[in-house]
């Protein structure tokens, strides 16, 4: 379209939104709307009349009236009510199918536990552990069978809880990500353990006594895990059923409906913890009558706010049960090589090249070198298993698995550097590929590993003795060096170099921009970090439990801990996995950003993008109108 064209058929629009921008009382809907077209009609001036005035007033009227768009839009209330009483019962209405099914499943392991403890007396032992069933035995002989609930402070049995009731549904929500196959394992796990803890005190002669007790708060408590497992549920049929999106945006569609479910029960844990810690402790005092109409009344608050309630909201709004899911559309941009960046410069480009390509290079990770880590992880925890017999966090793990320091042997030396290297290949690979290339991704890369390969794990060989063998003391030497270190892989690849002749001449290379290269080292180590923090929170035993490598011990452990004597190296064996696929992550940030880091460097020297884009200067770019284009 002709600019002419596009200014007749939007001025009236345009003068519109202009008018209401100058005033103070608005219809914000209205405003939203024409707000909306606005930064549409600006996208497409930017793109067809980028060198026009057109392009220069429409930026300035939707920046002009951005801030008080969103002033006036400002319902914090509105839309906490919202939440509730549309939200929250409209996911559950759409989830009623993972309600039932999650419901039926726990159910189901409820059974199995009783029959289990039925035909096996010693079979509660297994799951809750001699030590507990000895203590609870000892409470019954004392004539006080649930006296586990009083034995804590009242505020502090509160706070420990309702977090860790908490953390077990976030688990149960979280681990549906494993295509659902998760969160049926905790709650057939939770289950079982229920099941045949209330049997066993069948067996005692107290199972009214037990039930009475356990729930006046595990209405609440239990309700909300078998809620939490339709909310992995959901999560996990994203990825199962992805219906006409990628897995990648179906699931992060099911996420965030699971999310809305589980944050909803958030509520019903404190008001279960407070029962728990506040309540139960009293059941012998406590009437009958008394217990049965706190869990009949529990029991009648969940059914009626995520089953009848659901109901109600979908008969009233058919209108808002079909979800319009809009994919995030993430522009095509093209990445210019040769060109002088900044430490921004090089943190944004590196972010969109690892989104862009993270899903072919996580193929060859997953498919060829991560089975490599798996077969020498396991070796090594068969060779060094009295290294892994106590709990150790991240440096720990990774020093007894890659054997720095004392723990050194050749073949963990020689593998792992030969595994970092199919790692760094692949991602350079990867990031070079052409989209017409005729070989497929696995051939392709097979052939760049006989080109590149050797020489890529000579520097890998490197990077590994300096970690190996080099006091602590010239660590912050050789992180100094990184800048021209961290160059080398991309002239073996770029310039087709050995790594010698890229050993030397990465530090001549090197110094026209080592303040940026060192700068850039400096934030993704930050980022590192950050990262480490989410991974294995430094917190520890203040919100430790809300870390990754603390929520997957901690399943393990649950699972583990009656049947393995060496539970703790299972635990240890699974955590270092997990720092592999860390470590996977960083390093292919890495290997992008320091590519731009040569790239930057080889410009200042060369000029080789300054040249081509001086052949192009002059050159007219049909994409932009001129006068021409109106005659």
């Not at 063998?469 to 800048?483: D, Y």
Request: with cysteine.
């Amino acid at each position: 379209m002709k600019e002419t064209s596009f200014i007749k058929q939007n001025k009236k629009k345009w003068a519109r939104f202009e008018k209401l921008s100058g005033r103070k009382n608005n219809d914000p809907d209205e405003v939203s709307k024409l707000f909306t077209e606005i930064t549409e009609d600006l996208s497409y001036a930017r793109t067809f009349y980028p060198r026009r005035s057109v392009r220069v007033y429409l930026n300035q009227l939707a920046q002009g009236v951005f801030t008080s768009l969103y002033k006036q839009r400002k319902q914090p209330l509105g839309n906490l009510l919202k939440f509730w009483t549309e939200s929250v019962p409209l996911e559950m209405y759409r989830a009623r199918f993972n309600l039932l099914t999650s419901f039926l499943f726990f159910a189901l392991a409820i059974v199995i536990g009783a029959v289990s403890q039925e035909y096996n007396p010693d079979f509660v032992k297994l799951i809750l552990g001699d030590g507990y069933v000895a203590a609870t035995e000892e409470r019954i002989a004392n004539g006080d069978p649930m006296g586990v609930y009083g034995e804590m402070p009242e505020t502090g049995m509160f706070l420990m809880i309702t977090m860790n009731n908490i953390r077990v549904a976030f688990i149960a929500f979280a681990l549906g990500i494993f295509a659902t196959v998760g969160t049926y394992v905790i709650m057939l796990s939770n289950g079982v353990m229920l099941g045949s803890f209330q049997w066993w005190f069948k067996g005692k002669g107290l199972l009214l006594t037990s039930f009475l007790a356990v729930w006046i708060h595990g209405a609440f408590e239990i309700s909300a895990i078998v809620i939490a497992g339709a909310a992995g549920i959901t999560l996990g049929n994203g990825i199962v059923f992805p219906r006409s999106f990628s897995r990648v945006q179906s699931l992060v569609f099911s996420a965030k409906r699971g999310l809305t479910i589980l944050l909803s029960l958030v509520p019903f844990f404190i008001i279960a913890g407070f029962l728990e810690s506040y309540v139960t402790r009293h059941y012998q005092s406590m009437p009958d009558f008394l217990k049965w109409f706190i869990i009949l009344a529990s029991f009648s608050i969940i059914i009626l706010y995520y089953v009848v309630y659901p109901q109600i909201v979908a008969r009233r709004k058919p209108e808002k049960l079909e979800l319009k899911e809009v994919p995030r559309y993430i522009p095509k941009r093209n990445i210019e090589r040769h060109k002088i960046r900044k430490t921004g410069e090089v943190f944004t480009d590196t972010f969109y090249l690892f989104i862009k390509h993270i899903g072919k290079i996580s193929r060859i990770f997953f498919v060829l070198i991560f089975p490599l880590a798996i077969a020498l992880t396991f070796y090594v925890f068969s060779q060094d298993a009295g290294n892994f017999f106590f709990q150790l966090d991240m440096f720990e793990s990774m020093q007894a698995l890659f054997g720095t320091g004392s723990e050194y042997t050749l073949v963990k030396f020689l593998g792992w550097s030969f595994i970092l290297a199919l790692l760094i290949c692949a991602v350079f690979y990867v990031k070079n590929l052409n989209e017409d290339d005729d070989d497929t991704l696995f051939q392709g890369y097979f052939k760049f590993l006989m080109k590149r390969g050797f020489w890529m794990w000579v520097f890998t060989a490197m990077v590994c003795a300096i970690l190996t063998f080099s006091p602590k003391a010239l660590l912050l030497v050789f992180l100094m060096l990184s800048p021209f270190l961290s160059m080398i892989p991309a002239i073996i690849v770029h310039e087709k170099k050995d790594f010698f002749t890229a050993f030397g001449n990465s530090f001549s290379l090197g110094k026209g921009s080592f303040g940026d290269s060192l700068g850039s080292f400096v934030i993704f180590l930050l980022i590192f970090y950050i990262f480490k923090f989410a991974l294995e929170n430094p917190l520890g035993g203040l919100f430790g439990e809300f870390d990754l490598i603390s929520l997957v011990e901690n399943l393990i452990k649950d699972m583990t801990i009656t049947v393995f004597d060496n539970y703790q190296q299972i635990m240890n064996f699974v955590s270092s996995l997990i720092y592999i696929v860390f470590l996977f992550i960083i390093l292919t940030i890495y290997a992008i950003s320091f590519s731009f880091s040569y790239y930057s460097s080889n410009e200042k020297k060369t000029a080789k993008g300054l040249y081509e884009r001086l052949e192009k200067f002059g050159r007219r770019n049909k994409q932009f109108e001129t006068d021409v284009d109106y005659d």
